[in-house]
């Protein structure tokens, strides 16, 4: 339900018509259609039954979107919290690179990218280092470097939040885009699909990030963070702005979470929820689609109309010249 004009409703419904199935399509249809005949997408009905809704995301986040209730929780930093203590051996390893550390949250298919990374950034005391937070099922096995340090069991809050921290390499996934924000750490986003593109046009737009492409080398990429994150002060200055927001707000996300859900308990059997209508008008692709189908519905029938107003002139004078010919012919 998208609150911006049709234009711009059909364009961000293109990159999911892209990369959806056909073919799960059609079977999903078919069983709709079959079983839910009568389903009504009537914009007023839809969310009739729903008494509470829970998004995990924050309106520091992409939010070209309209509630279909008051009853819409933003709950997507209420896990954020204030940051623990590394593990001392890696701390006292992290210590000793003055130019602090580079925090990198990429998949495993990034290995090579990484790798190259940690040598072009600078070594021993006056350089920096590489902490690489990988998932515990992912089986990675590097050439020992001396800057590059790879986990699997860290809180990932506590790295992104690390004092140390110059910049984070993500994919901008909403919990990694939220995180980064609420501790102030400027990014380097290499997004994967399109609601990753848009936090990441967003993260730029806010002033504290770059994007960059997944196929960027890694001489480019230690460019974007010496040069441009860590030795340009703009960025954390944008970071601690964003996160001086988000910490400062009169209702954290964790306390509308617990009031909400106490409202829902309290007001069970009230009906109140009726009260609570939407604020703005938003509109469903079914009703777009609907205009579309009227318009080419209108167009095809003023073509045919329009072909028959200019032809059936020339059809008559035809018939009537041909009367005169055979009349005259007779006589």
């Known amino acids: 339900m998208h609150n911006n004009g049709f234009l711009d409703r059909i364009n961000n419904l293109l990159p999911d018509l892209e990369t959806s199935n056909s073919d799960y399509l059609f079977h999903v249809s078919s069983l709709v259609t079959k079983y839910l005949p009568d389903v009504n997408v ?5 969310y009739s039954d729903v008494r509470l809704v829970l998004w995990g995301g924050d309106t520091v986040l992409r939010s070209n979107f309209v509630p279909l209730t008051q009853l819409f929780v933003e709950v997507g930093c209420h896990h954020c919290r204030g940051v623990h203590p590394l593990p001392s051996d890696l701390q006292k390893s992290l210590i000793t690179y003055k130019q602090g550390t580079i925090v990198v949250l990429l998949d495993n298919e990034y290995k090579t990218l990484v790798t190259e990374l940690a040598k072009k950034l600078p070594k021993g005391r006056e350089g920096q280092a590489v902490v690489w937070l990988i998932n515990k099922n992912d089986k990675i096995v590097l050439p020992d470097k001396e800057n590059l ?3 699997t069991d860290i809180d990932r809050q506590d790295l992104i939040g690390y004092s140390r ?15 980064a924000a609420f501790h102030g750490s400027p990014m380097i ?3 994967r699909d399109y609601k ?3 936090n990441s046009e967003r993260a730029v737009e806010l002033g504290f990030a770059r994007t960059v492409m997944t196929y960027v080398s890694a ?6 963070t010496v040069q441009m994150i860590h030795e340009t002060i703009n960025y954390r200055e944008n970071a601690r702005k964003v996160s001086l927001a988000l910490r400062d707000r009169l209702n954290p996300a964790s306390d509308r979470l617990i009031y909400w859900l106490g409202y829902i308990a309290r007001t069970k059997d009230s009906g109140s929820e009726n009260l609570l209508r939407p ?12 205009l579309i189908n009227g318009m080419l519905i209108g167009a095809f029938f003023g073509s045919i109309i329009t072909i028959f107003c200019m032809v059936a002139p020339r059809i008559i004078d035809e018939y ?3 009367g005169r010919l055979r009349r005259q012919h007779a006589l």
């Open 42 to 46: 009537d914009i007023k009905d839809l």
């Open 149 to 151: 340090f790879v986990h």
């Open 165 to 179: 921290t110059r910049v984070v390499l993500s994919h901008c996934s909403d919990t990694e885009f939220l995180e």
């Open 189 to 191: 986003c290499l997004p």
């Open 196 to 198: 990753e593109f848009l």
């Open 219 to 224: 001489d480019d990429l230690a460019k974007f």
């Open 279 to 290: 604020t703005s008008e938003g509109k469903l692709f079914v009703e777009d689609r609907k």
């Open 320 to 322: 009537h010249q041909e």
